[in-house]
């Protein structure tokens, strides 16, 4: 059939409205405009008519997403769009040969493409760019989007984590053209954001560009690369919620520590549950971390809660020492007595501690000559023991009456002589009286039958010399009660003393704690 029968047939069919005849010519001119301009094309060379020409190459980013930072391996991955933009020499063609066809896109493949790469890639692969079509203009301009994920070396600082904020940057550049065969444009200041997904962990504040000539020490010739830095500010509230909040909490129960009472026996569990409740959330930090000499922010903390925690355990363990310390302990010092007890009490509102049980005189122990009475209940009846101590010279036989109308208590008197004035001597009398109807007259000649109703009872002591070991026993019993009350009365201030050290130290630590509190809150505004 004719050609010219069959162009008009077309031709008609267009004008009546059925099928655009641009279409079919562009399709036809298109597959003729591709055999036309890689009849002679090669990939493998630079398109320049001139080898000492220089192709220049405009680049663009578009941020899409990031993927993931990891901290630890320090690695940044993210989901680019990279626009690259040239002019090839050798594929340019005229409109008007071609049906006024403007654009044509084949595979990337078939076209010189730079060999632009991402100089700090951390992928092992190197396979993350994904083929696709360039677009061909008819004054030879080539762009090739090309989608991307990458994974590039970042350095992260992790001085003020969580509150902390990282610059990546990604630097791309020719791997075998230098400056003098290929140069490098940017297209934009910075990467675009229009299309960006946020991400819940990162904000991105911005991703400027930045044009940089490098002379390498291999090569004397510059080669030029565009580096991309990828602003990012760490969103907290997660970090704040799950590891800051807990820690405060728990680093707050450390002071508590010392209001427990001493008996309790929970003072130093407490000290070392929190111990081990901050070291679980301290390794919990030291996972996502890289393992730098740069300590996290959140791990300063912990570390100085955890040595607080560990100090007040250990002042804990000391103090309740004081607070248990035995008959053998020595008196409060003067020093203590006057700054623990006296001022350092009142600071700390230490009242509640028994005034009256503490007496502010030291007893000493018992003397030869002193007296000394020992008050007790008796069964039955009222018994009076007095010990004289009566000189060689006068002695062992007296009577000793009592007064049977006098309300008295059994009562033990070591005295010496007749007036009881001196030390003790080795000759002594006991004499024992009983009484218990006041009134009764123990010197009035009284008869048998008033005996029996005043149950008056006159003893005659004898002489005791022989028996200076029952003087011995009384004495040691004497010393033994007076050091027992002593010996309360010193334990009772070491646990005031004990007392107030912790009420002291609680308020100290409670200090320390919201310091500790306020430097990292101010470190996050």
């Not at 009849?39 to 680049?59: F, G, H, K, M, Q």
């Not at 600071?347 to 000559?369: N, R, W």
């Not at 009365?489 to 409670?510: L, S, T």
């Amino acid at each position: 059939m004719n050609p010219r029968v069959i162009w008009a047939t077309f031709h008609l069919i267009a004008t009546i409205g059925f099928i655009p005849v641009c279409l079919c010519a562009q399709g036809k001119y298109a597959f003729k405009l591709l055999n036309d301009l890689f009849v002679n094309y090669t990939s493998a060379l630079r398109p320049v008519e001139d080898t000492d020409n220089i192709i220049n190459v405009t680049l663009q980013i578009t941020l899409s997403q990031i993927i993931d930072m990891d901290e630890r391996n320090q690695i940044l991955t993210t989901y680019l769009w990279i626009r690259q933009v040239w002019f090839d020499a050798y594929l340019t063609w005229n409109k008007t040969d071609y049906d006024g066809l403007d654009t044509i896109r084949i595979p990337s493949s078939y076209v010189w493409r730079p060999d632009i790469v991402l100089y700090n890639n951390a992928d092992d692969q190197f396979s993350s760019s994904m083929e696709t079509n360039v677009v061909i203009r008819h004054d030879g301009q080539i762009m090739w989007d090309q989608p991307a994920i990458s994974k590039s070396s970042c350095k992260v600082d992790v001085s003020f984590f969580p509150f902390d904020a990282q610059q990546c940057r990604l630097t791309f550049g020719s791997w075998t053209h230098n400056g003098n065969q290929m140069d490098l444009h940017i297209a934009l200041d910075s990467a675009d954001l229009s299309d960006f997904v946020e991400n819940v962990e990162w904000q991105v504040l911005g991703m400027p560009a930045k044009k940089n000539v490098i002379l390498y020490g291999c090569c004397s010739d510059p080669y030029p690369d565009i580096t991309y830095t990828l602003h990012l500010k760490r969103r907290a509230s997660f970090y704040i919620f799950n590891l800051l909040i807990p820690c405060m909490m728990i680093s707050f129960l450390a002071p508590l520590g010392f209001y427990l009472p001493a008996d309790s026996g929970e003072k130093v569990s407490l000290g070392v549950t929190v111990l081990l409740a901050l070291t679980v959330f301290q390794l919990l930090v030291a996972e996502s971390m890289p393992p730098s000499e740069n300590v996290p922010l959140i791990g300063k903390y912990y570390i100085a809660t955890m040595t607080m925690v560990t100090a007040s355990t250990a002042l804990t363990i000391f103090i309740m020492n004081i607070h248990h310390c035995g008959p053998e302990a020595q008196p409060v010092p003067t020093w203590a007595r006057r700054f623990i007890l006296h001022y350092l009490a009142r600071i700390c509102f230490v009242y509640d501690m028994g005034e009256g049980c503490l007496s502010a005189h030291t007893d000493k122990p018992a003397q030869k000559g002193s007296s000394c009475t020992i008050n007790g209940p008796a069964r039955g009846e009222d018994f009076a023991l007095r010990v004289r101590s009566i000189s060689a010279s006068d002695g062992c036989s007296q009577k000793i009456k009592d007064q049977l109308n006098e309300d008295v208590s059994p009562t033990l008197s070591l005295r010496q002589g007749n007036e009881c004035h001196t030390g003790w001597t080795d000759s002594s009398c006991v004499c024992i009286d009983h009484g218990e109807v006041a009134g009764a007259t123990g010197e009035s000649g009284a008869t048998g039958k008033e005996s029996a109703k005043k149950r008056e009872i006159l003893v005659e002591s004898q002489c005791l010399c022989h028996q200076q070991s029952l003087l011995r026993n009384i004495e040691y019993i004497a010393n033994f009660y007076y050091e027992q009350k002593a010996t309360q009365r010193r334990n009772g201030e070491w646990r005031k003393v004990a007392k107030v050290m912790d009420r002291f130290f609680m308020w100290i630590f409670f200090i320390m704690v919201f310091l500790m509190s306020l430097l990292i809150i101010g470190k996050a505004v």
